[in-house]
């Protein structure tokens, strides 16, 4: 099983960072919330991936679908999951503070 090896660190605070393996079948929604759950944060923010490799890049951005919380839900409907998987042809997803290596 193909499998991604992400090195995550958050700019600013050093030497802090968490290495997240995720199988790549898994969306860029289970991606944030392996950070969150690395981190220990309780997932209270919202998220943008970048799948241009350039940070704040609005053209290639995959980010937290409108109306909806940092907990996947819509005004208590069910949980909607992304059909954006890790491995979409040859492209690595990125974000501001994570690098993605294959396994």
Same mark, same amino acid.
């Given at each position: 099983?193909?499998?991604?090896?992400?090195?995550v660190?958050?700019?600013?605070?050093?030497?802090v960072w968490?290495?997240?393996?995720?199988?790549?079948?898994?969306?860029?929604?289970d991606?944030?919330?392996?950070i969150q759950?690395?981190?220990g944060?309780? #997932?209270d923010h919202?998220?943008?991936?970048?799948?241009?490799?350039?940070?704040w890049?609005?053209a290639?951005e995959?980010?937290?679908?409108?109306?909806y919380t940092?907990w996947?839900n819509?005004a208590g409907l069910?949980?909607?999951?992304?059909?954006l998987?890790? #491995?979409?042809?040859?492209?690595?997803?990125?974000?501001?503070s994570?690098m993605?290596?294959?396994t």
């Amino acid at each position: 099983m193909k499998t991604y090896t992400f090195h995550v660190s958050i700019p600013g605070t050093g030497r802090v960072w968490r290495k997240i393996e995720m199988k790549a079948d898994q969306t860029l929604e289970d991606l944030h919330f392996a950070i969150q759950r690395a981190y220990g944060w309780d #997932a209270d923010h919202l998220y943008s991936f970048f799948m241009s490799n350039q940070a704040w890049d609005e053209a290639s951005e995959y980010r937290l679908p409108d109306g909806y919380t940092p907990w996947g839900n819509l005004a208590g409907l069910r949980r909607r999951k992304s059909l954006l998987r890790l #491995a979409p042809k040859n492209k690595r997803p990125s974000c501001a503070s994570c690098m993605a290596t294959r396994t």
